[in-house]
């Protein structure tokens, strides 16, 4: 059986601190239990890109290759600076996705892509405020959350300085880690407690070993 795949979309001034925390923990559970995940980089045609932070990285597939991807567990949209416009073929393979079920993962800008094409319409959802959302015109305001973080619909949506939360419910989406190692992650990164570092590596432990 092959890895599921999660996509990453790269794209200019992508902002690097909202797929970090994915990454990373993409990269801790394939270590803890390996063959289960696998990371793609996916961008609209594969030259390469300039992340917020001024990171280069190179897409290893187009968004053309993940559509009928039945190994797709879901695709990671991060914010940046250029969703005003532009991003055509993204919404594009957005949409044929969710007709198949696949989840949506938007955070920061990435949002106002999906209002501005209409994806948020019907959809509960949220941002980095109601009113920047507002500027895309689109006809979703009534379904708009003031929460961290808000799935419906296929399309979980995050605010750009949420990615904790965002990070967790995309880890529960997919089945990354089981939901006690998910929720004492989520806890010590939101509070730095450490009772729940405690929580999180006897969790983690466990499921490694069963």
């Not at 994915?22 to 270590?31: F, I, P």
């Not at 045609?45 to 932070?53: E, F, I, Y």
């Not at 393979?93 to 949506?104: G, N």
Request: net charge negative.
């Amino acid at each position: 059986m092959h890895p599921a795949k999660i996509a990453l979309y790269a794209t200019d001034t992508m902002a690097d601190w909202e797929y970090a925390y994915l990454t990373t923990q993409l990269s801790d559970a394939e270590q803890m239990k390996p063959g289960r995940f696998s990371l793609v980089i996916v961008g609209d045609g594969l030259a390469a890109v300039t992340s917020m932070g001024g990171l280069p990285i190179a897409p290893s597939a187009d968004l053309a290759d993940i559509v009928d991807d039945e190994s797709l567990a879901a695709l990671v949209i991060p914010g940046g600076d250029r969703y005003e416009t532009g991003h055509e073929r993204l919404v594009e393979t957005t949409r044929a996705l969710l007709a198949r079920d696949v989840p949506i993962a938007a955070i920061c800008g990435a949002t106002f892509l999906l209002a501005r094409n209409g994806l948020l319409d019907a959809r509960d959802h949220t941002s980095n405020a109601a009113e920047y959302l507002q500027m895309t015109g689109y006809a979703g305001g009534e379904r708009y959350r003031d929460a961290p973080v808000v799935t419906d619909g296929g399309i979980t949506t995050a605010s750009g300085i949420r990615p904790v939360p965002f990070t967790a419910e995309v880890m529960r989406r997919v089945g990354l880690f089981p939901d006690d190692v998910i929720d004492a992650w989520e806890q010590l990164n939101l509070t730095a407690d450490p009772r729940y570092f405690q929580a999180w590596m006897e969790a983690a432990d466990a499921w490694q070993k069963s």
